[in-house]
């Protein structure tokens, strides 16, 4: 068990629907990463935030948006679904190690089905 | 830009043979890390190891190895005496290093099947 928490596990929902995918990260730590991994594209980086910040971008397609909350909990909104949008979403959180590397931990992931 | 290639799709091999996973990266830091993920069926990532492009000894921890090369860009895991439980997927992933974005740019994988 890495610390970082996901909700839901698991999701089934049509096109054209909006859901919001959630991470807790371990207590702590402040940099939230999100990933998917879809059979198209693979795992891939979306974005990051750091204490509420957004400190980097990947792939993230416009309809994808995500914020980190006071707490540190982090969202993930995905709007206009899409059948291509169906993919396992990683989140990870991050410290830094004992050399100076900020070390990922991730979560359990959410499975989005889009039907 | 970054890419990580794991020519490998896909290996079977019988239950106590030896495996090597290959992987091949591309950066222009001079400063990065290496990872291995495994995914069991499950889904959940494993971390297995991390590596920094300073560090060039091969590691080993039981019946995994790891050989890193710079030369030939190539970070390469063999399992030794393999098992059923080995049976995953396995992501090699690059990094590059400080200022607090350490996004990680990740292989296709390759899917492992250990046959009993």
């Known amino acids: 068990d890495s610390g970082v928490t996901q909700t839901p596990k698991h999701l089934i929902t049509a096109t054209g629907q909006r859901v919001t995918l959630r991470c807790s990260p371990r207590s702590g730590d402040l940099s939230v990463y999100w990933y998917q991994q879809s059979l198209d594209q693979g795992l891939q980086f979306l974005i990051q935030y750091y204490n509420g910040e957004e400190r980097a971008k990947g792939n993230i397609l416009e309809r994808f948006s995500a914020q980190q909350f006071p707490d540190l909990h982090s969202e993930l909104n995905l709007s206009s679904l899409e059948l291509g949008d169906s993919a396992l979403y990683f989140c990870?959180?991050?410290?830094?190690?004992?050399?100076?590397?900020?070390?990922?931990?991730f979560g359990p992931g959410t499975r989005l089905t889009v039907l | 830009a970054q890419k990580v290639t794991q020519a490998q799709t896909e290996i079977s091999v019988v239950e106590k043979e030896d495996v090597t996973l290959d992987c091949v990266y591309e950066?222009?830091?001079?400063?990065?890390?290496l990872f291995w993920y495994k995914q069991p069926p499950s889904g959940e990532l494993v971390f297995l190891i991390r590596?920094?492009?300073?560090?060039?000894q091969n590691e080993i921890s039981g019946r995994y190895s790891w050989n890193f090369q710079k030369s030939t860009s190539s970070f390469n895991f063999t399992i030794t005496a393999s098992q059923v439980v080995d049976s995953a997927v396995y992501f090699c992933a690059l990094s590059e290093a400080g200022l607090g974005n350490e996004k990680l740019t990740f292989g296709t994988g390759t899917r492992l099947t250990i046959i009993p």
């Open positions: 590596r920094n492009s300073f560090d060039e």
């Open positions: 990870a959180s991050s410290v830094i190690s004992g050399d100076g590397y900020n070390e990922q931990f």
């Open positions: 950066t222009r830091d001079t400063t990065y890390y």
